[in-house]
């Protein structure tokens, strides 16, 4: 099961778990883009879903088993980027739209999968957090919080569900390529009044190996996960960004 699977790093976990054999149901909130991934992909499922919602997350887990009858894999990928504003400038609606969709939804549908994995022989949960989990990072309140978080319940879960032999890592995804990144770089970009290409210096400025990494790089290690290699990984927040050394936008 993977959310926000038809696009970004979501589709790039789909095709990676999907060529390793591994039967595949998505949700997604936009339906242009699950249409377009089984299009490419014929078997995998999906189900139209916001995370966000538990009567849409119930729905999930019903077309899955219905459609599957078991999970092994969970990967807690949905997530939106959330406002590039400072504190005071932050609605309230944006704080809480970020919350509620990368923090809330993969509570939602690790509550829901336990049950499932506890059937499962080699059962993993991956959350797919950020390297703003381990940083601070300037006008990006809510996103923080929210990964933040989300490496919080990575550890507490490990714990609680390790006697049970569920296995809980985090991924920490430095700056992906793609639109996303694009749009927040326009958006830092804009508010600095700089072209964007000088804020996107600043960024690759900010790893070792001056590199954005790919959707692929992030499901290649997802998939490692998942595998028998990772038989005794638990409890592990791994970054997959060139090495992050600060977030502070601006390392003059």
Same mark, same amino acid.
């Given at each position: ?14 095709? =990676?778990?999907?060529? +390793? ?53 969970? %990967? ?67 996103? +923080? ?38 749009? %927040? ?34 499901? +290649? ?15 592990? %927040?791994?970054?997959?960004?060139? =090495? ?9």
């Amino acid at each position: 099961m993977i959310t926000g699977g038809a696009s970004g790093i979501g589709r790039a976990l789909a095709e =990676h778990f999907s060529d +390793a054999g591994y039967a595949v149901h998505i949700c997604d909130a936009t339906q242009d883009n699950i249409d377009a991934l089984q299009r490419a992909r014929p078997a995998v499922t999906a189900t139209r879903a916001d995370v966000s919602a538990p009567r849409d997350v119930d729905r999930v887990f019903a077309d899955l088993q219905r459609l599957h009858g078991r999970l092994d894999v969970l %990967v807690n990928n949905a997530g939106v980027a959330g406002p590039t504003a400072k504190l005071q400038d932050v609605a309230d609606e944006d704080w809480q739209t970020c919350l509620a969709v990368d923090l809330n939804g993969p509570f939602y549908f690790s509550k829901r999968a336990v049950p499932l994995l506890l059937e499962s022989p080699s059962a993993s949960i991956i959350n797919i957090a950020s390297t703003a989990a381990l940083f601070g990072y300037p006008l990006r309140s809510p996103y +923080a919080a929210a990964k933040w978080a989300l490496v919080g319940l990575t550890k507490t879960w490990a714990m609680e569900l390790g006697p049970e032999q569920i296995r809980v890592n985090a991924i920490c995804p430095g700056s992906v390529e793609g639109e996303r990144i694009d749009a %927040v770089i326009r958006k830092d970009a804009a508010g600095r009044g700089l072209a964007p290409e000088q804020v996107r210096d600043v960024y690759l400025r900010q790893t070792s190996m001056r590199t954005f990494v790919s959707a692929n790089d992030i499901a +290649a290690m997802a998939l490692f996960l998942a595998s028998p290699a990772a038989a005794r990984i638990s409890g592990q %927040v791994i970054s997959v960004d060139g =090495h992050t050394e600060g977030l502070s936008n601006w390392l003059d």
